[in-house]
């Protein structure tokens, strides 16, 4: 009985305190936030700073839209590079019909033409497929600077927070004893700490575009010594 007793008590206590954590989460969470109606009674010419980080937040979101539509233009551009490695694909099987039918005839001027095309249809198709790869990666860098931008999104949010409670103590508005400065610099500085390592890995996934990129051309470049359909194989995924 007694034991019963003791594991409800310390039940109760671990729930006490698991609502004590929530509640200091979610206070901290408001109090990092100004009510934008409160800067109604703040002189214009005392909004300087305000109206400043305003302007750092609609670039920052403006950013953010840009690097979606550059994601999803690479998303389409790896659609295309796929579609073309299939058709290589394509090509190079029917080359390798090709020379087989070559050697069922005996007759060694087909068998070395067909050859020949194979080897050209194999280096096309190795260069698709790495460009395939290369467009991979440029989505993981793409997706990468998007995640970079949203965390820079989050700093200009974190300092316009903190403008518009420097406008408020500084007219000495009494809704202001209410915030803590404190943790409006800690959320500029958590939220630049999350650009810090957007950054590094940006710089990662740009480091890894640029080996498949550079695998791709050196390929793409091979397709050039061949005649037949490596030629035209390589005329088509000229562009990156």
């Keep these: 009985m007694f034991q019963a ?10 729930m006490g305190a698991a609502l004590a954590v929530m509640s ?13 109606s ?21 670039m920052a979101q403006d950013a953010v839209t840009r690097s979606d539509v ?3 233009d690479s998303r389409r551009e790896l659609e295309v590079a796929k579609r073309n490695s299939d058709a290589a694909k394509a090509r190079r099987d029917a080359h390798d019909a090709a020379l087989k039918a070559a050697n069922a005839t005996g007759q060694s001027n087909n068998i070395r033409q067909a050859q020949s095309e194979l080897k050209g249809a194999d280096s096309g198709l190795g ?26 999104l989050a700093v200009a949010d974190a300092k316009l927070n903190m403008a518009e409670y ?10 202001a004893k209410d915030l803590s400065e ?8 958590d939220a630049q700490r999350k650009v810090e390592e957007a950054q590094r890995k940006v710089q990662s996934q740009q480091n890894q575009e640029q080996q498949a990129r550079a695998n791709w051309e050196r390929m793409r470049n091979q397709v050039q010594g061949y005649g ?7 005329q088509r995924i000229d562009n990156p």
């Excluded at 037949?228 to 390589?234: H, I, R, V, W």
Aim: positive net charge.
């Design 24 to 36: 200091t989460g979610c206070s901290s969470s408001r109090a990092a936030k100004v009510d934008e």
């Design 5 to 14: 007793k003791k594991r409800r008590v310390f039940a109760g206590v671990m």
């Design 38 to 58: 409160w800067l109604a009674r703040v002189p214009e010419d005392q909004l300087g700073d305000v109206r400043e980080a305003q302007t750092q937040k609609r």
């Design 70 to 72: 550059a994601l999803n």
């Design 228 to 234: 037949g359909s490596g030629t035209q194989y390589e």
């Design 182 to 189: 404190a943790d409006f610099a800690s959320a500029t500085a």
């Design 127 to 152: 260069a698709a497929q790495a460009q395939v790869k290369y467009r991979e990666q440029a989505i993981k860098t793409m997706e990468a600077q998007k995640e970079l931008r949203e965390n820079e």
């Design 166 to 175: 420097n406008a408020l103590k500084s007219n000495q508005d009494v809704r």
